[in-house]
Structure formats: structure tokens, C-alpha cells
């Protein structure tokens, strides 16, 4: 006679009767841990010094003496870029003084050799009478040279000052022509809390030639101070 067991018996049955392979899961469990890597030491990192940092490491991690050797590097590194900043400085108020200053001695001698190019007097003695000439068949350069190049790089200067604080340009240079050579002297003064110079004297000497004078007031000063006197008494 066949026993028959109804669904619920069966499965209830089947829940009592079934045990789990716990002792394969243990198994697979501890192979699954003893395969997992320890932890990986992590690698030593090497010293900072003032020549091998680079910044990269925190602040927090570095020691006594690499937070030193980092506070020496980054202080001569602030020094640099200071004398950077102050040789620059430098340099531009040079530049300025010497170039680009309407008191400097290139923008006095640009000056001076321009009004020298467009005078007529010393265009026709420097460039000829004959035919027209413009200022561009002068040249105005300083202190003769062996080279070509450099004849034009040096231009004899002279700056004082007086006793009253007056201070004085002295300056000469070269100009040369289709037909003559010449030289060119100038005098220019500028008195305390002025801006600009003054001309004093602008003349040009050609040799065999009577000298021109852009400007003279010392000669009128002279003439002035003659005209005022007579047998030695002065009238005015």
C-alpha cells in the first residue's frame, strides 16, 4: 500500500529534512579571505630639501627640519624675484632718463640735429646752394669711429650744475652733407623748478665757413651788457 503525502507535508518534509552545506560556505568563505592581499605598506617617500622640493607634499607631513628647508627655499626664491623686480626697475628709469625723458641726451641731440636739418643757412652750407635739398641728405651723428656701424653710437655730453642750482647741457656733435661737413656746439640751462631746458647757444661751425647761430643768447647777453656801457661806466 503506497503512502501518499499531501503539498504541505511534502514541503514541511522537505524544510526538516534539508540541511545546508555550511561547511562548504565556511570553506568557500575563508579561501575567498586568504586570497584577498594584506595591506600593501606604502612606500617611503624621500626627505625634502631646499634643492628637491618641489611643493607637492603637505605641509603637515613634513618634519621639523623639511619645513625649514622648504621656508629657506621658498624665501631665496622670494628674493630673486624681488632683485628681478628691482633690477627691472632699474633698468626702465635708466631707459627713461637716457631715451625717453625730453631732458635726455638722445631727445636733446634728436632735437638739436633736427632744427639743424631744417635751417636754411646750414642746409645750403651742409647740402649746396644748387637745386632743392631736403633734410633727409643730412646726417647727425656723435664721436667719429673706426667702425661705420658705431660711429653714431657716442655723443660727447657734459651735465653740471652751478652754485645757483642752474643746471647746464654741454653737447657737440657731427653732421655731414652732399657738400660739407660740419660740428655742431649747443649750450642748454634749466633753472631750479623749471621743466624744460633752455637753449643757450646752438651753432653750427663748417671749416672755411662763418659759424651759423640757431640760437645765442649768451652773445646777446654779451652785446646787451657792451651796449649798456661807455668808457667803462654803465648809462642804464
Known amino acids: 500500500m503506497a503512502l501518499r503525502i499531501s503539498g504541505r507535508s511534502a514541503r514541511a518534509f522537505s524544510r526538516a529534512t534539508y540541511k545546508p552545506p555550511t561547511l562548504w560556505i565556511k570553506q568557500a568563505r575563508l579561501a575567498t579571505t586568504s586570497s584577498l592581499p594584506k595591506d600593501i605598506p606604502t612606500p617611503r617617500r624621500r626627505s ?14 613634513l618634519s621639523l627640519g623639511e619645513k625649514a628647508a622648504r621656508t629657506t627655499q621658498q624665501s631665496f626664491n622670494l628674493g630673486l624675484i ?27 641731440f634728436n632735437r638739436a640735429a633736427d632744427r639743424v636739418r631744417k635751417d636754411p643757412q646750414c642746409l645750403a652750407l651742409l647740402a649746396g646752394t644748387e637745386g632743392l635739398h631736403t633734410k633727409r641728405e643730412i ?8 667702425s661705420r656701424w658705431a660711429r ?30 660740419g660740428t655742431v656746439n649747443l649750450h642748454m640751462t634749466r633753472l631750479p ?13 663748417v671749416p672755411g665757413k662763418q659759424r651759423v647761430f640757431l640760437e645765442n643768447r649768451d652773445g646777446e647777453r654779451l652785446d646787451q651788457r657792451k651796449q649798456g656801457k661807455m668808457f667803462g661806466v654803465r648809462w642804464n
Open 193 to 205: 623748478g623749471q621743466k624744460e631746458y633752455e637753449y643757450r647757444v646752438l651753432a653750427l661751425d
Open 82 to 108: 624681488l632683485l628681478g623686480v628691482g633690477l627691472t626697475g632699474t633698468v626702465a628709469y635708466v631707459l627713461y632718463l637716457e631715451v625717453f625723458s625730453s631732458s635726455s641726451k638722445v631727445a636733446v
Open 48 to 61: 625634502i630639501t631646499v634643492v628637491n622640493d618641489t611643493g607637492q607634499v603637505p605641509w603637515k607631513t
Open 139 to 146: 646726417s647727425a651723428y656723435g664721436e667719429p669711429s673706426w
Open 152 to 181: 653714431n653710437r657716442t655723443v660727447a655730453s657734459r651735465n653740471e650744475t652751478d652754485r645757483a642750482g642752474v643746471e647746464h647741457i654741454r653737447m657737440h656733435f657731427y653732421v655731414e652733407g652732399p657738400v660739407a661737413k
